[in-house]
Structures are given as C-alpha cells and as structure tokens.
C-alpha cells in the first residue's frame, strides 16, 4: 500500500491537536485537590512553580543538544518547544507526587523525609 503524505493543513492541526493534549495532561499531573476551587487553584500553581524551574532547565538542555547534534542549525518551532516543556513538567509532577504520596511535603520543612519514610518500612518489615 502507497502511503500518503500528509497536507501542511493537516500537519499543523495534528500538531495543534498534540500541543493541546500534552498540555492538558500536564495541567492533570499538577492537580493538587482541595476542599474548595481557591484551594485547588492555589494548590495546583504552587505545585505548577514548584516544577517550572526543573522543566524549564531540563527542556533548554534537550534543546542544546538537539540543536548540536543536527547538521544544520535550526530552531525548533514554538509548539515542539513547549510540548518538550510540558513533558518535563510531566515527569518532575509524576515524582513529586510520588513524593508526597510517600508522606513528603515539598512545603512543609516538618514533614518526613523519604529517609524517615524507608526507616518506618525497614522498622514494620522487622
């Protein structure tokens, strides 16, 4: 079977399409459930920039790279950047929801640390 080639119209939709779907699961990964809509909003940004700085360094070094290892010079486009972003946001908010599942706070300088939470598991295993 012929492949066709896909229309720059259809590129730019499948793209778009792509741009949204990430940056709604990113959206989903930071959600930080509150008992009202102000506390969830908060909640959620709080955990939004707690995130941006790794997402944001991690995405310019996954540029730097790409950008050195092609044969040309190119800048990627704005969508390819920001869906890079979003992916990363996606990771670092996948981990740091494994931490506070793990009875950490990345707020609260009180709370237990993952040290202490292992320490309770070795302590009931025995």
Partial sequence: MAQ??????ESSQRNTVA?????????LFHL?????????VSATLA?????????IG??????YVYRRLSAEPVRPAWTRVLRIF???????????ALYE????SPFDP??????GFWRDVLQKLR
């Fill in 101 to 104: 599942h793990g009875g950490g």
């Fill in 86 to 96: 979003f992916t990363m946001g996606i990771v670092f908010a996948f981990f740091f």
């Fill in 32 to 40: 930080r459930l509150g008992t009202d809509a102000a506390t969830t």
């Fill in 47 to 55: 955990q939004m920039l707690l995130t941006a700085p790794y997402a």
């Fill in 4 to 9: 066709e080639s896909k229309t720059p119209r």
């Fill in 19 to 27: 741009l949204v779907l990430t940056g709604l699961t990113y959206l």
């Fill in 58 to 63: 991690f995405t310019y070094l996954l540029l």
């Fill in 110 to 115: 009180e709370a237990p640390s993952a040290t």
